[in-house]
């Protein structure tokens, strides 16, 4: 399977910084053997997409309705129109500080669906969750209660992201990684078929260059969901370069 690995800006660039995006889609032309994607704020998406072919451009977040009366809010089919290719669903940031469901996340993978964009479904424990031995439970409740039965490998991806590793330097050990990913597969076999071994899972979390290379030759790690090291070209080629050489 081809590695993808995904940046993710969060709430960081103005126009100013698309000089960054460039700088980091001529950086990955150099490793054609993996894919990649930055998902850049809603108003950089169009300077951005098209503009940089090697890399594909996305979104964050939307309303999971089409249109409406849903002042301040964009859907995905305005992402799409904007030159978005995919978009990120159920970060941990959204659950916690916005309150979305498994039944918000799941409505928004399918208006992505509806709107022709890849998606990555973000799951993943609190540090709390973990010590008390439910890592494993809560991360397969959110897959079974967020991912949408037609679910296909061919727009969706699931991201494991442990919370208590988002932009904090630690990330779980080579074990830890291994399990939960073993886990994830084996519930998207049992529920998809063939396809669930097609879907890709990334991990994310405080990867980087130094420890890349170690997480991406996991059995099940199709690739990383990169936030912090995704805004600078310096920080995210060597992570792109560890994929394609793994
Ligand atoms: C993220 O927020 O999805 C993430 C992986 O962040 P970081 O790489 O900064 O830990």
């Given at each position: 399977?081809?590695?993808?690995?995904?940046g993710?800006?969060?709430m960081?660039?103005?126009?100013?910084?698309?000089?960054?995006?460039?700088?980091?889609?001529?950086?990955?032309?150099?490793?054609?053997?993996?894919?990649?994607?930055?998902?850049?704020?809603?108003?950089?998406?169009?300077?951005?997409?098209?503009?940089?072919?090697?890399?594909?451009?996305?979104?964050?977040?939307?309303?999971?309705?089409?249109?409406?009366?849903?002042?301040?809010?964009?859907?995905a089919?305005?992402l799409?129109?904007?030159?978005?290719?995919?978009?990120?669903?159920?970060?941990s940031?959204?659950?916690?500080?916005?309150?979305?469901?498994?039944?918000?996340?799941?409505?928004?993978?399918?208006?992505?669906?509806?709107?022709?964009?890849?998606?990555?479904?973000?799951?993943?424990?609190?540090?709390?969750?973990?010590?008390?031995?439910?890592?494993?439970?809560?991360?397969?409740?959110?897959?079974?209660?967020?991912?949408?039965?037609?679910?296909?490998?061919?727009?969706?991806?699931?991201?494991?992201?442990p919370?208590?590793?988002?932009?904090?330097?630690?990330?779980?050990?080579?074990?830890?990684?291994?399990?939960?990913?073993?886990?994830?597969?084996?519930?998207?076999?049992?529920?998809?078929?063939?396809?669930?071994?097609?879907?890709?899972?990334?991990?994310?979390?405080?990867?980087?260059?130094?420890?890349?290379?170690?997480?991406?030759?996991?059995?099940?790690?199709?690739?990383?969901?990169?936030?912090?090291?995704?805004?600078?070209?310096?920080?995210f080629?060597?992570?792109?370069?560890?994929?394609?050489?793994?």
């Amino acid at each position: 399977m081809r590695k993808l690995i995904a940046g993710n800006w969060k709430m960081n660039g103005l126009l100013a910084e698309l000089e960054d995006v460039a700088s980091i889609c001529e950086a990955v032309a150099a490793h054609p053997s993996v894919d990649t994607a930055l998902c850049i704020p809603a108003t950089l998406i169009r300077s951005a997409a098209g503009r940089f072919a090697d890399m594909a451009i996305g979104g964050q977040d939307w309303h999971m309705a089409a249109s409406g009366a849903h002042t301040g809010c964009i859907s995905a089919e305005m992402l799409a129109d904007a030159g978005a290719k995919l978009t990120i669903i159920g970060h941990s940031e959204r659950r916690a500080a916005q309150g979305e469901s498994d039944a918000d996340i799941r409505g928004k993978a399918l208006a992505a669906k509806r709107a022709g964009l890849a998606a990555i479904l973000c799951v993943g424990e609190t540090e709390a969750e973990r010590d008390a031995g439910r890592a494993e439970a809560v991360v397969l409740g959110q897959l079974e209660g967020s991912m949408p039965d037609d679910a296909a490998s061919e727009w969706i991806s699931v991201a494991y992201e442990p919370v208590w590793a988002i932009g904090t330097g630690r990330i779980p050990s080579v074990e830890d990684v291994k399990a939960m990913h073993a886990a994830i597969r084996g519930a998207l076999v049992a529920r998809f078929g063939t396809d669930g071994s097609n879907i890709r899972i990334l991990y994310g979390g405080s990867m980087n260059g130094d420890n890349a290379a170690s997480l991406l030759a996991i059995p099940d790690v199709d690739g990383g969901l990169i936030g912090g090291a995704s805004l600078k070209a310096d920080k995210f080629l060597p992570i792109v370069a560890a994929a394609a050489a793994a």
